[in-house]
C-alpha cells in the first residue's frame, strides 16, 4: 500500500469512529422529595416537629439502554444532621437498596420512616448517593433534600458529586483511613433481652474493600450470637455488619465494653484492621418482681367422689414471677380414713410466668352416708434465679371432696347436658387486628355434674367474613364441678363502618357413664363488635378488665376520646359465681381520662361489666357498642390494713385503651397526676414485650407526661400497670394491645414501585422483599389483578431470616393494550396471601417530553434572511434543559439562544433569526431538540424556508460528525491535515519544474 492510500485509509477509519455512537449509560436522578408526619406532603424542602417520621420518595432513570441490556444500580441514602448554628455532621448511612434497569422509564421508589427528627439537630440534609455496577463504566450521581424543625433557620450545602460524606476528610487512595468505622458508641439492654446491633463499615476509596472478618472480644454477660457482614464493599460505599447479642441475668445493673475488630484489604494488597469500642449496660430487671411466694398461685380445689371411684385429677399451679423459676422439692398430701392418695406426677421446675399441673390419684373408701372431707395438700420448693440467693417457698391448698354413697336411696349420677355450661361474653376489638381470648376474658366451660365429660368437638365460629376464629389447644377432659378454658383467637378484617357478628360456641362430647351430648345439646352464642379504626369513638369508652375484691370495691371506667361521655345505665351479665351490685348507674367520665366507681361483689368468680350511655355532642352509644370489661374475684387480692389518716391516695393515670402494634418498636405517652403527697412507683410489664422504662418513680403531687417503648414482642395482648403509692392500696390498670405483628408485617415489601410504565410491551422491574422473622421463609411473588391474557411469571424464593431480597417481576403485554389498569404486587406462603401493595401500570399513549406550538416564520428583506418564532413546551413533571440544533450547513448565520432552560410544565416563546452568506434557493432542515449532558433527541420539526435561492450543495456533510465537541475537533485536525498534504504537493511539483 503506498504512502497515499494509506494517509486515506487512516482517514476514513477516524470517521468511521467519529459516526459510531459511543456505548455509554447515563443515568439520571430526577426527583428526590421529602415527607413529614405533620406535613404529609412530598417536596425536596420540608419542615416537621421533633419525633416526625420522615419518608422519601425518589425517582430515577437510565437512558440509552439497549434491548436485553440489564444494568445492576446501588442507591444509599446518607443522612446529615444540622445544628441552630448552622453546622453539618454526618450521622449514618441507610441501608442500601439494590436495582437492576431494564429499560429507560422512570422509576420511583418510596422509602417509609427512613429517620426521625431528634434533639439536638435542628435540621438535616439527605442525600442519595447513586452507583452503576458497570465494569469500566462507573457512574456515581447525587441529589439532596432537606427536612428542618419548625422555627428554625435554614441553611443550605450543595453536595458535590463523588463526595456523599462532607464532614469526612480527604485521604490519598489505598490508605487505611479510607475504611471507617461507626456506630452506636453504647447503649442499654434489659437483662435476658435480644438486641440486634449495627457497625457501619465506610469504603472512601476509589477501589473495593474486600472484608475478610468481623470478630469481637469477649464481652462479660453479654453472649454473640451471631455475626454477619458484607463480603465486599464498593467504592465509596457504606454497608454494616449486624450482631446479634443476648444479654445474661444480672443481680443488679451491669455495665462494661467489647471491641468489635473488622479486618479488610484492598486490590493493591493493603491490609486494614480497626478496632470500635461499644459501651454497654445491662439493666436489672428484678425489681419487676422480687420473686415472693405470694407470686406462687395455687387455688384450693373442689370435686366430687363416688364411694369406691377412683379419680385422677390435675391441680394447677402458676408461677406469676417474672424473674424467679419455681424448683419443686415434694409434693404432699395427707390421706384421710376414707379417701386415700396418690401423687402420680409433679413438675419439677416451672418456668417465669408459666403454669403446670399436679397428677394425683384419689380412691373413695365405703361410706355409708354423703360425706365431704377436706384434705391438705402441700407443695414444697424454692424460687431460683441466677445471681440471686434461692428463696424457699412453701405453699398449700385445700383439697375439698364431695362423697356420695352410692347405696343412697332415690340417688341417680347428675349426668344431664345441661349439666355443661358455656361461658363468652361479647367481645369488642379493632378492625384488622389480632387478639387472643382465654378465661380472663370470660371464656370457659364448666361440669356442674358428678361425672367426668371428655370433649370430642369443641369449634369457635361466626356466620360472617368480618372475623375469622381458630380454637388453640385444649384439653379434652373437665373434671367434675371444675371449669377449662376455651383458648382461641381472633383476627377481624378491614370494616367501612362498625360492623356486630354473632359468633357461636359449640361442644359434643360424653361422661363417663355414657351419656353423649352433640353440640346441639352444648352451644352458646355471642357477640363480635368489630370497630371502626375511624369511628370508634363508641369502642373508646368501657369498662377495664381488672381483678377485685369481695366486698365493696373500686373498678375503673374509661374513656379514651376528647368528649365527655355520660353513663346512664350499667349491666352485669355471664356471672359464674359472682354477683355485682352499684349504688348509682349515672356517671360522667371527663374526656381522655378515667373514672373509678365503687362496685359491691358477692361471691368468689368472674362476670362482665358493661355500659351505655352518650357523648356530649349527643352521640349515643349502647352496649354492643362500648368496650366491656371481665371482673374477677380470686380470693381475698389484698387483705393488708393501711391507716389513711391524712393521706389522699387519689392518682389518674392516663393510658390507650386500645394500642395497635404494627411495627418493631411503638412508642406512646402516659400521663401522671399524683394529687397526694405520696410517693411510690408505677410498675409496668406485658406478657409479651419488653417495656421501656419498666419502672416509674413517683414524687408527691407529681404531674408529668412520660414515654414509653414496647419491644421483642411475642405475641402480646396486654401492657399492664401496677400504681403503688405509699400508705395506700395499690391498684391495676392496663392497655389492650392490638396486634398486627402477625406474618403480614413481618414479610414485608420495603420497596416497590407505585406506578409503571413500560416503554413497550415488556414488564420488568424490582421489589425488596424483607423477612423479619428468625427462620427462613420460602415464598412465591407474584403480579395479581391484571388481566388473564397479560403473561406474567410468578417466583418462588426463599429469603433468609433478618435478611432483604432483590427480585425481578418480569412479564409481556399484548401489543393493542391502551389504558391504565391497578393490580397488586402479591406475596404468598403455603398458597396464603400475607402481604400486598398496590401498583399502577400505565399504558397510556404518552405526549412527547417537548412540543412545538405556534410556529411562525417571517422574512427579512434587508437581508434576505428570515426570523423562526415558536413556543416550547415542557409536557414532563421534571426540569428540562434542552439544545436546539439547526441541520443547515455552514453558510448560514443562526442568532438566537440555543441553550434552554424549562421547569415542569413551563412553555416559552423562541425567536431565531436565520441569514444565508449566499443566495439560496428554497431551503428545508430539521430542527433538532436534544437533551443537555445526554444528547438524547427529544423532538424533531421539518421547516421550510421558502422562495430563497442556495447555489452551495454540501448541505448534510458536515454535520455527519458534528453529534458532539470531540467530532468537531477530530475533524478539524483532519482538514488541517489535508491542507497541509495539498500544500506539500505543490511545493514538490514547483521544486521538480
Same mark, same amino acid.
Given at each position: 500500500?503506498?504512502?497515499?492510500?494509506?494517509?486515506?485509509?487512516?482517514?476514513?477509519?477516524?470517521?468511521?469512529?467519529?459516526?459510531?455512537?459511543?456505548?455509554?449509560?447515563?443515568?439520571?436522578?430526577?426527583?428526590?422529595?421529602?415527607?413529614?408526619?405533620?406535613?404529609?406532603?412530598?417536596?425536596?424542602?420540608?419542615?416537621?416537629?421533633?419525633?416526625?417520621?420522615?419518608?422519601?420518595?425518589?425517582?430515577?432513570?437510565?437512558?440509552?439502554?439497549?434491548?436485553?441490556?440489564?444494568?445492576?444500580?446501588?442507591?444509599?441514602?446518607?443522612?446529615?444532621?444540622?445544628?441552630?448554628?448552622?453546622?453539618?455532621?454526618?450521622?449514618?448511612?441507610?441501608?442500601?437498596?439494590?436495582?437492576?434497569?431494564?429499560?429507560?422509564?422512570?422509576?420511583?421508589?418510596?422509602?417509609?420512616?427512613?429517620?426521625?427528627?431528634?434533639?439536638?439537630?435542628?435540621?438535616?440534609?439527605?442525600?442519595?448517593?447513586?452507583?452503576?455496577?458497570?465494569?469500566?463504566?462507573?457512574?456515581?450521581?447525587?441529589?439532596?433534600?432537606?427536612?428542618?424543625?419548625?422555627?428554625?433557620?435554614?441553611?443550605?450545602?450543595?453536595?458535590?458529586?463523588?463526595?456523599?460524606?462532607?464532614?469526612?476528610?480527604?485521604?490519598?487512595?489505598?490508605?487505611?483511613?479510607?475504611?471507617?468505622?461507626?456506630?452506636?458508641?453504647?447503649?442499654?439492654?434489659?437483662?435476658?433481652?435480644?438486641?440486634?446491633?449495627?457497625?457501619?463499615?465506610?469504603?472512601?476509596?476509589?477501589?473495593?474493600?474486600?472484608?475478610?472478618?468481623?470478630?469481637?472480644?469477649?464481652?462479660?454477660?453479654?453472649?454473640?450470637d451471631d455475626i454477619s457482614y458484607p463480603h465486599t464493599i464498593s467504592a465509596n460505599q457504606t454497608r454494616y455488619a449486624?450482631?446479634?447479642?443476648?444479654?445474661?441475668?444480672?443481680?443488679?445493673?451491669?455495665?462494661?465494653?467489647?471491641?468489635?475488630?473488622?479486618?479488610?484489604?484492598?486490590?493493591?494488597?493493603?491490609?486494614?484492621?480497626?478496632?470500635?469500642?461499644?459501651?454497654?449496660?445491662?439493666?436489672?430487671?428484678?425489681?419487676?418482681?422480687?420473686?415472693?411466694?405470694?407470686?406462687?398461685?395455687?387455688?384450693?380445689?373442689?370435686?366430687?367422689?363416688?364411694?369406691?371411684?377412683?379419680?385422677?385429677?390435675?391441680?394447677?399451679?402458676?408461677?406469676?414471677?417474672?424473674?424467679?423459676?419455681?424448683?419443686?422439692?415434694?409434693?404432699?398430701?395427707?390421706?384421710?380414713?376414707?379417701?386415700?392418695?396418690?401423687?402420680?406426677?409433679?413438675?419439677?421446675?416451672?418456668?417465669?410466668?408459666?403454669?403446670?399441673?399436679?397428677?394425683?390419684?384419689?380412691?373413695?373408701?365405703?361410706?355409708?352416708?354423703?360425706?365431704?372431707?377436706?384434705?391438705?395438700?402441700?407443695?414444697?420448693?424454692?424460687?431460683?434465679?441466677?445471681?440471686?440467693?434461692?428463696?424457699?417457698?412453701?405453699?398449700?391448698?385445700?383439697?375439698?371432696?364431695?362423697?356420695?354413697?352410692?347405696?343412697?336411696?332415690?340417688?341417680?349420677?347428675?349426668?344431664?347436658?345441661?349439666?355443661?355450661?358455656?361461658?363468652?361474653?361479647?367481645?369488642?376489638?379493632?378492625?384488622?387486628?389480632?387478639?387472643?381470648?382465654?378465661?380472663?376474658?370470660?371464656?370457659?366451660?364448666?361440669?356442674?355434674?358428678?361425672?367426668?365429660?371428655?370433649?370430642?368437638?369443641?369449634?369457635?365460629?361466626?356466620?360472617?367474613?368480618?372475623?375469622?376464629?381458630?380454637?388453640?389447644?385444649?384439653?379434652?377432659?373437665?373434671?367434675?364441678?371444675?371449669?377449662?378454658?376455651?383458648?382461641?383467637?381472633?383476627?377481624?378484617?378491614? +370494616?367501612?363502618? &362498625?360492623?356486630?357478628?354473632?359468633?357461636?360456641?359449640? %361442644? #359434643? !362430647?360424653? @361422661?363417663? /357413664? *355414657?351419656?353423649? $351430648? =352433640?353440640?346441639?345439646?352444648?352451644?352458646?352464642?355471642?357477640?363480635?363488635?368489630?370497630?371502626?379504626?375511624?369511628?370508634?369513638?363508641?369502642?373508646?369508652?368501657?369498662?377495664?378488665?381488672?381483678?377485685?375484691?369481695?366486698?365493696?370495691?373500686?373498678?375503673?371506667?374509661?374513656?379514651?376520646?376528647?368528649?365527655?361521655?355520660?353513663?346512664?345505665?350499667?349491666?352485669?351479665?355471664?356471672?359464674?359465681?359472682?354477683?355485682?351490685?352499684?349504688?348509682?348507674?349515672?356517671?360522667?367520665?371527663?374526656?381522655?381520662?378515667?373514672?373509678?366507681?365503687? +362496685?359491691?361483689? &358477692?361471691?368468689?368468680?368472674?362476670?362482665?361489666?358493661? %355500659? #351505655? !350511655?352518650? @357523648?356530649? /355532642? *349527643?352521640?349515643? $352509644? =349502647?352496649?354492643?357498642?362500648?368496650?366491656?370489661?371481665?371482673?374477677?374475684?380470686?380470693?381475698?387480692?389484698?387483705?393488708?390494713?393501711?391507716?389513711?389518716?391524712?393521706?389522699?391516695?387519689?392518682?389518674?393515670?392516663?393510658?390507650?385503651?386500645?394500642?395497635?402494634?404494627?411495627?418493631?418498636?411503638?412508642?406512646?405517652?402516659?400521663?401522671?397526676?399524683?394529687?397526694?403527697?405520696?410517693?411510690?412507683?408505677?410498675?409496668?410489664?406485658?406478657?409479651?414485650?419488653?417495656?421501656?422504662?419498666?419502672?416509674?418513680?413517683?414524687?408527691?403531687?407529681?404531674?408529668?407526661?412520660?414515654?414509653?417503648?414496647?419491644?421483642?414482642?411475642?405475641?402480646?395482648?396486654?401492657?399492664?400497670?401496677?400504681?403503688?403509692? =405509699?400508705?395506700?392500696?395499690?391498684?391495676?390498670?392496663?392497655?389492650?394491645?392490638?396486634?398486627?405483628?402477625?406474618?403480614?408485617?413481618?414479610?414485608?415489601?420495603?420497596?416497590?414501585?407505585?406506578?409503571?410504565?413500560?416503554?413497550?410491551?415488556?414488564?420488568?422491574?424490582s421489589v425488596l422483599l424483607k423477612n423479619d422473622f428468625s427462620e427462613n421463609k420460602n415464598l412465591l411473588i407474584k403480579?395479581?389483578?391484571?388481566?388473564?391474557?397479560?403473561?406474567?411469571?410468578?417466583?418462588?424464593?426463599?429469603?433468609?431470616?433478618?435478611?432483604?431480597?432483590?427480585?425481578?417481576?418480569?412479564?409481556?403485554?399484548?401489543?393493542?393494550?391502551?389504558?391504565?389498569?391497578?393490580?397488586?404486587?402479591?406475596?404468598?406462603? =403455603?398458597?396464603?396471601?400475607?402481604?400486598?401493595?398496590?401498583?399502577?401500570?400505565?399504558?397510556?399513549?404518552?405526549?412527547?417530553?417537548?412540543?412545538?406550538?405556534?410556529?411562525?416564520?417571517?422574512?427579512?428583506?434587508?437581508?434576505?434572511?428570515?426570523?423562526?418564532?415558536?413556543?416550547?413546551?415542557?409536557?414532563?413533571?421534571?426540569?428540562?434543559?434542552?439544545?436546539?440544533?439547526?441541520?443547515?450547513?455552514?453558510?448560514?448565520?443562526?442568532?438566537?439562544?440555543?441553550?434552554?432552560?424549562?421547569?415542569?410544565?413551563?412553555?416559552?416563546?423562541?425567536?431565531?433569526?436565520?441569514?444565508?452568506?449566499?443566495?439560496?434557493?428554497?431551503?428545508?432542515?430539521?430542527?433538532?431538540?436534544?437533551?443537555?449532558?445526554?444528547?438524547?433527541?427529544?423532538?424533531?420539526?421539518?421547516?421550510?424556508?421558502?422562495?430563497?435561492?442556495?447555489?452551495?450543495?454540501?448541505?448534510?456533510?458536515?454535520?455527519?460528525?458534528?453529534?458532539?465537541?470531540?467530532?468537531?475537533?477530530?475533524?478539524?485536525?483532519?482538514?488541517?491535515?489535508?491542507?497541509?498534504?495539498?500544500?506539500?504537493?505543490?511545493?514538490?511539483?514547483?521544486?521538480?519544474?
Open positions: 500500500m503506498n504512502k497515499r492510500n494509506m494517509f486515506l485509509a487512516i482517514i476514513a477509519l477516524i470517521f468511521i469512529s467519529i459516526l459510531n455512537p459511543i456505548n455509554a449509560l447515563n443515568f439520571n436522578i430526577d426527583s428526590l422529595v421529602i415527607s413529614t408526619e405533620s406535613e404529609n406532603t412530598y417536596a425536596s424542602l420540608q419542615y416537621g416537629n421533633y419525633y416526625d417520621n420522615v419518608s422519601l420518595r425518589l425517582g430515577f432513570r437510565a437512558s440509552d439502554l439497549t434491548y436485553g441490556q440489564n444494568i445492576p444500580v446501588v442507591i444509599t441514602p446518607k443522612i446529615y444532621g444540622i445544628s441552630d448554628n448552622g453546622q453539618m455532621q454526618y450521622l449514618y448511612s441507610a441501608p442500601p437498596v439494590y436495582y437492576t434497569l431494564y429499560n429507560t422509564s422512570t422509576q420511583e421508589y418510596y422509602y417509609p420512616n427512613i429517620f426521625y427528627l431528634q434533639p439536638p439537630y435542628t435540621g438535616y440534609q439527605v442525600l442519595i448517593d447513586a452507583q452503576t455496577l458497570v465494569p469500566a463504566n462507573i457512574y456515581y450521581g447525587v441529589n439532596n433534600a432537606y427536612v428542618y424543625v419548625s422555627g428554625y433557620p435554614t441553611y443550605y450545602y450543595p453536595a458535590e458529586p463523588n463526595d456523599p460524606d462532607p464532614s469526612d476528610p480527604q485521604y490519598p487512595e489505598n490508605d487505611c483511613f479510607n475504611m471507617s468505622l461507626s456506630g452506636q458508641g453504647s447503649f442499654y439492654i434489659n437483662e435476658d433481652q435480644e438486641k440486634e446491633y449495627r457497625l457501619y463499615i465506610a469504603n472512601n476509596s476509589s477501589l473495593p474493600l474486600t472484608i475478610q472478618s468481623v470478630t469481637t472480644t469477649n464481652p462479660s454477660r453479654l453472649d454473640i449486624q450482631i446479634d447479642l443476648i444479654a445474661d441475668l444480672v443481680s443488679s445493673n451491669y455495665s462494661s465494653f467489647f471491641d468489635i475488630i473488622v479486618k479488610g484489604n484492598y486490590p493493591d494488597g493493603t491490609v486494614c484492621q480497626k478496632a470500635f469500642t461499644v459501651d454497654y449496660t445491662i439493666n436489672d430487671r428484678s425489681s419487676n418482681n422480687s420473686g415472693d411466694c405470694s407470686d406462687l398461685i395455687l387455688n384450693d380445689f373442689e370435686f366430687t367422689l363416688n364411694e369406691f371411684q377412683n379419680l385422677t385429677q390435675e391441680i394447677r399451679i402458676k408461677n406469676e414471677s417474672l424473674d424467679y423459676e419455681y424448683v419443686i422439692d415434694s409434693v404432699n398430701i395427707y390421706d384421710d380414713s376414707y379417701v386415700s392418695t396418690n401423687v402420680i406426677d409433679y413438675p419439677r421446675r416451672i418456668y417465669t410466668n408459666q403454669a403446670d399441673y399436679l397428677k394425683i390419684k384419689f380412691e373413695a373408701e365405703d361410706i355409708t352416708r354423703d360425706l365431704t372431707r377436706n384434705l391438705d395438700l402441700r407443695v414444697n420448693g424454692y424460687l431460683r434465679r441466677s445471681g440471686r440467693e434461692d428463696k424457699r417457698c412453701n405453699i398449700r391448698s385445700n383439697i375439698k371432696i364431695n362423697l356420695i354413697d352410692q347405696g343412697s336411696v332415690n340417688y341417680s349420677p347428675a349426668t344431664s347436658c345441661s349439666n355443661i355450661k358455656i361461658f363468652a361474653p361479647n367481645i369488642s376489638q379493632l378492625e384488622n387486628t389480632l387478639s387472643n381470648y382465654g378465661k380472663d376474658n370470660g371464656f370457659f366451660i364448666v361440669n356442674n355434674s358428678n361425672q367426668k365429660f371428655t370433649i370430642s368437638y369443641l369449634l369457635v365460629n361466626d356466620n360472617t367474613s368480618y372475623a375469622d376464629l381458630k380454637v388453640n389447644n385444649y384439653s379434652s377432659m373437665i373434671y367434675p364441678s371444675a371449669t377449662l378454658p376455651i383458648n382461641f383467637e381472633l383476627t377481624t378484617t378491614e +370494616v367501612a363502618t &362498625t360492623q356486630s357478628t354473632n359468633a357461636k360456641v359449640e %361442644v #359434643s !362430647g360424653r @361422661f363417663d /357413664d *355414657g351419656t353423649v $351430648c =352433640n353440640y346441639s345439646n352444648i352451644n352458646k352464642t355471642f357477640t363480635i363488635n368489630i370497630l371502626d379504626s375511624q369511628d370508634n369513638y363508641c369502642g373508646s369508652v368501657g369498662v377495664l378488665s381488672q381483678r377485685v375484691n369481695e366486698g365493696r370495691s373500686d373498678v375503673v371506667l374509661f374513656n379514651n376520646t376528647n368528649k365527655k361521655f355520660y353513663v346512664t345505665n350499667i349491666l352485669f351479665q355471664e356471672k359464674y359465681k359472682l354477683d355485682a351490685r352499684v349504688d348509682t348507674s349515672q356517671h360522667t367520665i371527663s374526656k381522655n381520662s378515667s373514672l373509678s366507681i365503687p +362496685v359491691s361483689f &358477692t361471691g368468689d368468680g368472674s362476670l362482665q361489666m358493661i %355500659v #351505655s !350511655g352518650k @357523648f356530649e /355532642d *349527643g352521640k349515643a $352509644c =349502647n352496649y354492643t357498642q362500648t368496650t366491656p370489661g371481665i371482673l374477677s374475684v380470686s380470693g381475698n387480692i389484698n387483705n393488708s390494713t393501711y391507716n389513711f389518716s391524712e393521706n389522699n391516695c387519689s392518682l389518674d393515670l392516663t393510658i390507650p385503651n386500645i394500642y395497635e402494634i404494627d411495627d418493631a418498636i411503638e412508642k406512646y405517652v402516659l400521663t401522671v397526676k399524683n394529687y397526694s403527697k405520696n410517693s411510690g412507683k408505677i410498675v409496668i410489664y406485658s406478657n409479651g414485650a419488653t417495656i421501656n422504662p419498666a419502672i416509674i418513680y413517683l414524687d408527691g403531687y407529681d404531674n408529668f407526661n412520660q414515654e414509653l417503648t414496647l419491644s421483642n414482642f411475642s405475641n402480646p395482648t396486654a401492657v399492664n400497670y401496677s400504681v403503688q403509692l =405509699n400508705n395506700c392500696n395499690a391498684f391495676l390498670r392496663n392497655t389492650t394491645l392490638a396486634n398486627k405483628l402477625i406474618t403480614e408485617n413481618r414479610i414485608e415489601l420495603v420497596s416497590y414501585p407505585q406506578k409503571y410504565t413500560p416503554v413497550n410491551s415488556m414488564i420488568a422491574f403480579l395479581g389483578g391484571f388481566p388473564n391474557n397479560w403473561q406474567t411469571d410468578s417466583k418462588n424464593i426463599t429469603v433468609s431470616s433478618r435478611s432483604t431480597e432483590s427480585i425481578t417481576l418480569t412479564g409481556t403485554i399484548p401489543q393493542d393494550v391502551i389504558g391504565v389498569y391497578d393490580g397488586h404486587i402479591e406475596v404468598y406462603e =403455603n398458597n396464603l396471601l400475607i402481604e400486598s401493595k398496590p401498583i399502577t401500570i400505565d399504558l397510556t399513549i404518552k405526549d412527547a417530553d417537548l412540543s412545538v406550538d405556534n410556529k411562525k416564520i417571517d422574512s427579512i428583506s434587508k437581508s434576505n434572511g428570515y426570523q423562526l418564532k415558536f413556543d416550547l413546551t415542557n409536557n414532563t413533571e421534571f426540569r428540562k434543559d434542552v439544545i436546539i440544533s439547526f441541520d443547515l450547513d455552514n453558510s448560514w448565520v443562526i442568532d438566537g439562544e440555543k441553550n434552554i432552560e424549562l421547569l415542569p410544565k413551563e412553555k416559552k416563546e423562541i425567536i431565531f433569526k436565520l441569514m444565508p452568506t449566499t443566495k439560496k434557493e428554497d431551503q428545508s432542515f430539521r430542527l433538532i431538540f436534544k437533551e443537555k449532558g445526554t444528547d438524547k433527541i427529544l423532538l424533531e420539526e421539518n421547516i421550510l424556508l421558502e422562495q430563497k435561492k442556495d447555489t452551495f450543495g454540501l448541505t448534510g456533510f458536515l454535520t455527519l460528525g458534528l453529534n458532539s465537541w470531540i467530532g468537531f475537533l477530530v475533524l478539524i485536525i483532519i482538514v488541517i491535515i489535508v491542507i497541509i498534504y495539498i500544500l506539500k504537493k505543490k511545493k514538490k511539483k514547483k521544486i521538480f519544474i
